[in-house]
């Protein structure tokens, strides 16, 4: 089982539509997960840190559930802009941050 | 407030050459990461340098290897390349053992 697993996708949406992402990890003593978004041939941006409490930036939430060591990403009215691979990163105590290999999204009118 | 930068954009190299890639890390960062990522992958660990020193290492051969100035700034070296090695390099900044990371823009390397 690979340390860090995400659906490639693609996750093919209409605009306005709600769209959600699951990651799920091997190493239950994983501490700290993040999202980043890469657009085509460029590099990977910081979307949102996951805390244990889940955390909501505007149109996007992302949530921890430990128990089934997963993460996930929901994004809400969805806009052409989103459009792009998330990738979600977790880290286990070390300074090893280990990605997944994201998971496509196409947004279209 | 100037961004990760990364140098060369674009490189081809034959294989069993030597390549050397360099990164500036964003103002006020102090630890550096390099990662490979090839076509419909993640970005896979290389190293992270703070201190000048490696500080961690992930599963890649003893050809890659680095370093980092007083000034921070890293760099990636390759030696023997081959075809496998032809991805894009990507250099991440963070400061101190913080784990949110910032991205340059990367070099694309190819190995013919």
């Known amino acids: 089982r690979k340390e860090v697993e995400q659906d490639p996708g693609p996750f093919n949406v209409p605009e306005g539509a709600t769209v959600a992402f699951n990651c799920t990890y091997s190493n239950s003593a994983s501490q700290s997960f993040f999202w980043y978004r890469q657009d085509c041939r460029k590099e990977p941006k910081l979307l949102m840190s996951?805390?244990?409490s889940g955390n909501e930036d505007g149109r996007f939430t992302a949530q921890l559930n430990r128990a089934s060591q997963y993460i996930s990403l929901l994004i809400r009215d969805s806009k052409l802009s989103d459009s792009a691979t998330y990738l979600c990163?977790?880290?286990?105590?070390?300074?090893?941050?280990?990605f997944g290999r994201g998971t496509s999204l196409i947004v279209h009118p | 407030d100037a961004g990760v930068t990364q140098s060369p954009t674009h490189l081809i190299k034959t294989r069993g050459q030597q390549v050397t890639l360099r990164c500036s890390p964003k103002s006020g960062h102090d630890t550096v990461s390099w990662y490979q990522q090839a076509l419909g992958q993640g970005p896979q660990f290389i190293f992270q340098?703070?201190?000048?020193?490696?500080?961690q290492r992930g599963n890649f051969p003893d050809r890659f290897s680095g370093h980092q100035f007083p000034n921070y700034s890293s760099e990636l070296n390759v030696n023997a390349l081959l075809l496998g090695d032809s991805a894009l390099y990507l250099c991440a900044s963070s400061s101190g053992q913080g784990l949110e990371q910032y991205f340059g823009p990367g070099t694309r390397l190819t190995v013919t």
């Open positions: 990163v977790v880290n286990h105590g070390s300074y090893i941050p280990t």
């Open positions: 340098y703070y201190e000048e020193e490696e500080r």
């Open positions: 996951v805390y244990s």
